[in-house]
């Protein structure tokens, strides 16, 4: 079956630590993205890729970054630098014709 | 002023009840309106979409436009146990490149 698959579903990070969230999709969707969600706030876009090779900045990128080598996988990368990373992180594709998201089932990511 | 307003609820019904989600915005660039439910401790999933306008229905589920008032609805009739979840409305129009809006997210509660 086509989907997202994110990994670990759970995570934890101590104080100082960068850690990698996994994204893989099986759908030959151009266009991924990587979404932080808190409690009261929403989805919060950190940053999406509509081609291999390319990514743009979303409105929270500061303390995240992503790559984009194959058009199946966006791993994000949560840097010491995210002050707050506590959160539920979502990643989703799109097909250009399509105007609705495919949501992956998440990594809860908790600094301990 | 948020690009999207969503009551977050929660809001909780008996079994059976007609159940009505909204959503506000404020960018008439819309053009493109999208309800996700998200169950607990998982991706959103992609309920309806709707172009410009006007009414689509899918079984028990209507999803509502109205681009003069700048509101968009969920209709959900004879509500189920099963129905109860977060529901996120999106939206995005060509002019806002590739990023979607969401809403807060509503809380539903149904009560057998």
């Known amino acids: 079956d086509g989907g997202i698959t994110q990994s670990p579903k759970y995570l934890f990070r101590k104080e100082g630590q960068n850690v990698t969230l996994s994204c893989e999709q099986n759908?030959?969707?151009?266009?991924m993205y990587w979404y932080r969600q808190d409690p009261g706030q929403g989805l919060r876009l950190i940053y999406y890729?509509?081609?291999?090779?390319?990514?743009q900045k979303g409105d929270i990128a500061e303390g995240y970054s992503v790559s984009r080598e194959k058009k199946e996988s966006f791993p994000l990368t949560v840097t010491s630098a995210q002050k707050n990373p506590t959160a539920f992180y979502l990643c989703?594709?799109?097909?250009?014709?399509?105007?609705?998201?495919?949501f992956g089932s998440g990594t809860r990511l908790t600094v301990v | 002023q948020k690009e999207v307003e969503q009551d977050p609820g929660p809001l909780s019904v008996p079994e059976g009840a007609i159940v009505s989600l909204n959503c506000t915005y404020s960018n008439s660039a819309f053009q493109y309106f999208m309800w996700y439910r998200q169950y607990s401790r998982k991706g959103p999933e992609l309920l309806m979409y709707t172009y410009s306008s006007g009414n689509k229905e899918d079984g028990r589920f209507t999803a509502q436009v109205d681009k003069s008032s700048k509101y968009i609805s969920l209709f959900i009739r004879d509500s189920q146990p099963s129905d109860s979840a977060t529901y996120l409305c999106?939206?995005?129009?060509?002019?806002?490149?590739?990023?979607?809006?969401f809403g807060t997210g509503t809380s539903l509660t149904v009560i057998p």
């Open positions: 999106a939206m995005s129009g060509t002019s806002t490149g590739n990023q979607f809006y």
């Open positions: 989703a594709s799109r097909a250009q014709t399509v105007h609705g998201y495919t």
């Open positions: 759908l030959n969707h151009d266009a």
């Open positions: 890729s509509q081609i291999v090779n390319d990514f």
